[in-house]
């Protein structure tokens, strides 16, 4: 079984800590990058090189665009969890009063995630923009400032601990596609954007993936794939292009490896 997710989650703060983006990942990347070009002269089997590099290739052009969301949301301003936590009654009723204990398995855990993220899919709900039937009408009359006070206060829960339940066979399936991607059917590394231990990358506001319920990731994922969730379109449809080269039994292996991801 893989073991529980990591609780703790640091939220990466304004100004400096929002310019602290792990180089040593992208150099990592990069000298990987080279290395296979070396190969190319080396007696190797064509078709299991000319894929590996042009997986690199693409995690590659995938860490390029966080680096240009960083650039964009350098000037995001934090919210106050205190008066996030004067609003979140309402909220507590679907997603507990810890905000990792869901009414149902397909809610999401908000504990823990990073802020940027929840404000911007609070500003999405809010205008419609991403459209949630059960959330219709929880944001009418806030205050942007409000939205970012509620993000601030579920980023800075401490993240739920889970479990997966697959069998190593499995776990090692999705542990491969999530750090390596597909290169075959164009799928990119998950790990590129959400970091090994899926603890997201905060500063672009890319979400942290584990130790969400199986259940919701499946749902997320499927949603992507089939179109039915848009609040990609920032990201150019990154997620989209992902998840339609992901068959249900991918998907599925993907959310129990999340789920017990730290």
């Not at 665009?65 to 008066?83: E, H, K, M, N, S």
């Not at 039937?133 to 409000?146: E, H």
């Not at 993240?159 to 491969?176: F, T, V």
Request: aromatic content about 6%; proline content about 3%.
């Amino acid at each position: 079984m893989a073991s529980g997710t990591n609780a703790s989650r640091t939220d990466a703060g304004t100004g400096s800590k929002r310019r602290s983006l792990d180089k040593a990942w992208l150099e990592a990347w990069i000298a990987r990058k080279e290395t296979l070009e070396r190969q190319w002269t080396e007696p190797r089997h064509y078709t299991e090189l000319r894929d590996e590099t042009m997986q690199v290739r693409t995690d590659l052009k995938l860490v390029a665009l966080i680096w240009a969301v960083v650039a964009a949301t350098q000037a995001f301003a934090a919210g106050d969890p205190a008066r996030g936590e004067a609003q979140v009654a309402a909220c507590s009723a679907c997603h507990g009063q810890d905000g990792a204990t869901g009414l149902d398995p397909t809610y999401p855990n908000l504990a823990g995630q990073n802020e940027a993220y929840l404000t911007g899919q609070l500003r999405m709900i809010q205008s419609n923009e991403r459209n949630i039937a059960l959330m219709a009408g929880q944001l009418t009359g806030k205050s942007d400032q409000d939205l970012q006070d509620l993000a601030a206060y579920y980023a800075a829960l401490p993240a739920k601990l889970s479990q997966a339940q697959g069998d190593d066979e499995q776990i090692a399936r999705a542990e491969k596609i999530y750090r390596g991607g597909i290169a075959s059917k164009g799928v990119a590394a998950c790990a590129a954007c959400h970091s090994p231990k899926g603890n997201g990358n905060a500063p672009a506001g890319f979400p942290a993936i584990s130790g969400q319920s199986s259940a919701y990731t499946i749902a997320q994922l499927t949603a992507y794939r089939e179109g039915l969730r848009t609040s990609d379109e920032a990201f150019g449809g990154m997620m989209r292009g992902v998840a339609q080269g992901l068959t249900d039994g991918e998907i599925a292996a993907l959310a129990d490896y999340l789920q017990g991801l730290n």
